[in-house]
């Protein structure tokens, strides 16, 4: 598997390589486009020349060819001129009579409309230059090898391919030193981590620019770890909690029995000790089916079935079971500004789940009222279902509002007060957050009411 600076260092050489040979293939082409044009100027100029001679001296004899060569100060490799003849069809002129037959192949392609024609033939460049002069039409054809241009061009090819070879070394060196600084604060956010562990999970990791895309990265990093703390927190809190409520029972049922144990006593004895041991596993199984509930929250959060759920019908559901379970309790149901459409009154949720977050709200109200009274007034609100839950008693202390949803969260006033394990409220703050609502209390020295806050069907 190669590692990012490895691809790094391969991408960057890639694509500075890329663009520069896409500049020295640009450079090579454009100078064997001026090369070409050049040639082609000397070419039409050598012809020129001929044609002054030719036609000012009216002669075709060997003077005029010193002349026409001593017209250029460089003479052109393989150089042939020739003077064509329209009418006659006939080669009146050439340079090199031997090879005048080279010049007669270019013929075919004379365009008496034009008046300069650029042609080539291998490596062989030729100009032909159109003449008139009365009822006299003739060509002027110029032929030539450019091999000084051909030799500076396979210089040029030469010099481009060791330039090329010698940036690709320098661009590897030099990407693999850009990738490693590019990386460096990665590896230090590495090394950083490495040192975090649960007993000094408090620290975090440091990052000079937190503006920048890996300061972000280290943001997000920290806010996990965060919540990673928060968590292991909760968990260990959850673990002396869950101790301390199973130890208690657990050495009063132990007690119980040894004491039972210690000599023989009457049939009352034994059934008031075996009472206080059924007392005592009623409560245990109570705690173990609350700890069920918050895991099951917690674990099929994400495999949980929704459906639509109509509200006031669950709540009145809810009532007549906690009614049956406890004569004493009270609920008052109260239904304020009742809507008119029927998805005011249907949120998508788990129907099973809503109706413990209504029994644990409700039952908890009735348990810490001293008449055993709970008033719930329901009413929906722009896409919402909006159930409060009021309950005279003693009120909570400010104190402790911030942590009465957390599991096995218990004030003084209400361990005090009345036997439960501190459980109720965390499912309820979990059912709540699965469904997308919101849960807030507040309390008072009239009592206590508990808000929750449902989307319903019409906010979709």
Not at 33 to 42: A, H
Not at 122 to 148: C, F, M, P, R
Request: proline residues 4%.
């Amino acid at each position: 598997m190669i590692n990012i600076r490895t691809r790094l260092t391969y991408q960057f050489v890639f694509l500075v390589t890329g663009i520069l040979f896409l500049f020295s293939l640009g450079v090579y082409l454009f100078s064997k486009l001026y090369l070409e044009k050049r040639f082609y100027k000397r070419l039409q100029d050598r012809a020129i020349t001929t044609t002054t001679l030719l036609f000012d001296l009216q002669q075709t004899d060997s003077t005029v060819l010193r002349l026409i060569d001593a017209a250029d100060k460089e003479p052109l490799l393989n150089e042939n001129i020739s003077v064509y003849n329209d009418q006659t069809k006939e080669i009146l002129f050439s340079t090199n009579p031997a090879n005048a037959q080279f010049h007669q192949q270019f013929v075919a392609q004379l365009d008496s409309t034009a008046q300069t024609l650029y042609l080539r033939k291998n490596e062989y460049q030729v100009v032909a230059i159109h003449l008139t002069s009365g009822k006299s039409t003739n060509w002027v054809i110029v032929s030539g090898v450019d091999q000084t241009g051909q030799d500076a061009l396979n210089d040029l090819q030469k010099i481009l391919i060791i330039m090329m070879l010698a940036a690709i070394l320098l661009l590897g060196i030099s990407g693999w030193l850009f990738a490693d600084r590019a990386l460096a604060p990665m590896s230090s956010i590495v090394q950083q981590v490495n040192t975090i562990f649960p007993a000094n999970v408090t620290r975090r990791v440091e990052h000079p620019n937190r503006s920048d895309e890996i300061g972000v990265l280290v943001t997000t990093f920290n806010q996990l770890l965060d919540r990673i703390e928060q968590a292991l927190h909760t968990q260990k809190m959850f673990i002396a909690n869950v101790s301390h409520e199973l130890k208690n029972p657990l050495t009063k049922i132990n007690s119980q029995i040894d004491v039972a144990l210690i000599q023989k006593r009457n049939p009352e004895a034994y059934e008031q000790t075996l009472r206080s041991l059924q007392e005592d596993t009623r409560t245990l199984t109570q705690l173990t089916n609350t700890l069920l509930e918050l895991a099951n929250t917690s674990l099929q959060a994400e495999t949980m079935p929704f459906e639509p759920v109509r509200m006031d019908e669950l709540l009145w559901e809810t009532k007549k079971q906690l009614q049956a379970w406890h004569d004493d309790y009270t609920i008052q149901l109260t239904f304020t500004d009742f809507p008119d459409e029927e998805d005011d009154l249907i949120t998508q949720g788990n129907r099973a789940a809503l109706k413990v977050l209504l029994m644990n709200l409700i039952e908890n109200a009735c348990k810490f009222s001293p008449s055993r009274t709970a008033a719930v007034d329901f009413r929906t609100r722009r896409g919402t279902i909006i159930l409060s839950v009021f309950n005279e008693g003693i009120p909570i202390p400010s104190a402790d509002l911030p942590y009465i949803f957390q599991p096995f969260f218990r004030g003084n006033a209400t361990a005090q007060s009345s036997k439960g394990h501190g459980v109720g409220l965390a499912v309820v703050a979990q059912v709540t957050q699965l469904h997308r609502g919101d849960i807030a209390v507040q309390s008072t020295p009239q009592g206590t009411t508990f808000t929750l806050t449902l989307p319903s069907l019409a906010a979709f």
